[in-house]
């Protein structure tokens, strides 16, 4: 570094303490440039100068140079590393030849499973392929879950993605809930300490250039959500404690605080009946600065979850903003009770002008902006990103999906999968007649005959997705909600399956399935978080040892459900299976 750029940029001065770095920069912002710091929205590859038709964003260029934004959430995936890479050295590029020159931090939602909703996750692509996070707490491994977490932060650094918008530590302790697939299960505990242990993974021994700053949600706990309907939508706004356990969801928390987590996201629910305000998490005084910043003392960054500020359309359908419990209220005055709440970031949203006219007004000081200005530009100085914010792309596809990942990512994926049910069935022998649903043909042909019809197997295996209602848009139906049993006609044909031959029903859990009326019939059942055909039939057939552990009770019946208390972990009655099991073959 010249001096000639350390005169004329001081804040570049590596020598200096962070602290002094990040008020030199803040006394030479203008008040749009502080503005823009408080906006982290969605942003999608593609070029620069044109605006994004397939998520409706404006332009890179527009977001940088006018609205002077630098926080973005990269929405979709690419087919390479190598892609994004170079996307995001174009990014950093526009931001450098802006006046100051702030570097772009970019966040990502995960994006290492099978799952993809584009609310809450993203598909593999070009990554390591791992389970959900309830798969990597059905291993019940701390070291494995903080080596996922180490291998996907080296994947998020090659390729310039540095804040990740998890782990997700709420508990799942309402059966129906949407959002459980990216949590750590029901239990607190387990909960925690796996999550200190992802936390660890993603930003390393110490925090710095080579870190991913971990966003940890859904402060203070999205667990309890009434009758299991997600906060996304009207529906779902209430959070409630019929069990008074509000402190026990904070219990997760606490770990991940403990583990040094940078950044923290409060959910969109509102909590009722409960000593705390009655609006979103996201407007909470009570619980953003009263809870986490006076009672734990948290002094990292705070943004919202998306969308809290305005209306909005998804999929071209319209889609209210998320201002529960302050529907009434005006976007401006949204924005300023979440800055009063104590939030340093608006997430999903890109409209410094109506901060701006807040400030213009002196209803937000500048020494409020200064605030959370402060928070903003240290963690991007403490990140590296204004020493180099530049990525090697030719580096970033030899790092990303390399196969030493992939490796792990599918051997985490076979531990995961959990036997609930063996009637002698399992392992099975090679080279069997093999009748299959849900796998493809090719897969099982390397373990046995794949046959047309179940009558001609010794062997059927059925893979299943846990059932959910569909709902009224597109959009609602990416969040699997509502029943968790099965449809008559999907009973009744694994039921004429399994009476013709024996068969093994395996299940993807997003949320925990009611199997009362199959694991009678069935002669094995397993469940998986996101697994390939290839690594379930590893695990049935005994090439791999059957390791998983259920992560949450699986319920009896929805009655079961219906009657249990929202807030409450392992209160259905009578459970099917319980926390904790797993057969070994």
Not at 399 to 425: M, Y
Not at 464 to 472: D, K, S, T, V
Not at 507 to 520: K, M
């Amino acid at each position: 570094m010249t001096d000639t750029t350390t005169t004329t940029r001081p804040w570049l001065d590596t020598e200096l303490p962070v602290d002094e770095r990040v008020q030199l920069l803040l006394d030479e912002m203008t008040i749009e440039e502080k503005a823009g710091l408080f906006f982290h929205t969605m942003i999608a590859i593609g070029d620069l100068d044109e605006p994004n038709p397939i998520f409706g964003t404006p332009s890179a260029r527009e977001f940088i140079d006018v609205k002077q934004m630098t926080h973005f959430n990269l929405l979709g995936a690419a087919p390479t590393g190598r892609e994004i890479a170079a996307w995001q050295n174009a990014l950093q590029d526009l931001a450098a030849s802006t006046r100051l020159g702030i570097p772009v931090t970019l966040s990502t939602d995960p994006r290492h499973s099978f799952s993809e909703n584009p609310g809450a996750s993203i598909l593999a692509g070009p990554f390591s392929q791992w389970p959900e996070t309830l798969g990597l707490a059905a291993t019940r491994d701390e070291a494995l879950v903080e080596r996922f977490a180490d291998i996907a932060r080296q994947e998020y650094t090659a390729v310039g993605l540095r804040v990740a918008l998890h782990p997700q530590v709420d508990l799942a302790t309402e059966p129906r809930w949407a959002r459980q697939t990216a949590t750590f299960g029901e239990d607190a505990e387990l909960s925690g300490a796996l999550g200190a242990a992802y936390i660890r993974g993603f930003q390393g021994a110490s925090f710095g250039p080579g870190s991913v700053s971990t966003m940890t949600k859904h402060f203070p706990g999205g667990g309890a959500q009434k009758d299991g309907e997600d906060p996304h939508f009207p529906y779902g706004r209430e959070q409630v404690y019929p069990g008074g356990r509000f402190e026990l969801h904070l219990q997760p928390f606490e770990d991940a605080l403990a583990a040094g987590t940078r950044q923290m996201m409060p959910y969109y629910g509102m909590p009722v009946g409960t000593e705390y305000e009655e609006v979103g998490f996201g407007f909470n005084k009570s619980v953003i600065t009263g809870l986490l910043r006076e009672r734990y003392g948290f002094d990292g960054l705070v943004c919202t979850d998306w969308g809290l500020i305005n209306d909005s359309e998804i999929f071209g359908q319209p889609f209210p903003a998320r201002a529960w419990g302050v529907e009434e209220l005006s976007p401006r005055e949204r924005m300023k009770k979440v800055l009063d709440a104590g939030a340093d970031q608006f997430g999903g949203e890109d409209c410094p002008e109506l901060l701006l006219e807040l400030i213009a007004d002196g209803e937000i000081s500048e020494e409020r902006i200064d605030v959370s200005a402060r928070r903003l530009l240290r963690e991007k100085f403490e990140l590296g990103l204004f020493e180099n914010p530049f990525v090697d792309a030719d580096a970033a596809d030899e790092i990303v999906g390399s196969a030493e990942f992939r490796a792990a990512g599918e051997e985490a994926q076979r531990a995961s999968i959990t036997v609930l049910a063996n009637g002698g069935a399992l392992p099975f022998r090679r080279g069997l007649k093999l009748y299959v649903e849900g796998i493809d043909a090719a897969v099982a042909a390397a373990y046995g005959e794949v046959v047309a019809t179940p009558t001609e197997a010794d062997l059927a295996v059925i893979r299943l997705q846990a059932p959910f209602e569909e709902r009224e848009t597109m959009f609602e139906n990416f969040f699997h909600a509502g029943s968790l049993d099965f449809d008559a006609d999907t009973v009744a044909h694994v039921r004429a399956v399994a009476a013709a031959v024996p068969t093994v029903v395996d299940v993807l859990a997003d949320r925990p399935p009611i199997l009362t009326q199959l694991v009678d019939a069935a002669a094995a059942v397993t469940v998986n978080w996101g697994s390939s055909g290839a690594a379930l039939l590893d695990v049935l057939s005994g090439a791999a040892p059957a390791q998983g552990r259920l992560p949450f009770d699986l319920p009896r019946s929805m009655a079961a459900i219906e009657a249990s208390a929202p807030d409450v972990p392992f209160d259905t009655a009578d459970p099917l299976f319980r926390f904790g099991h797993g057969l070994s073959l």
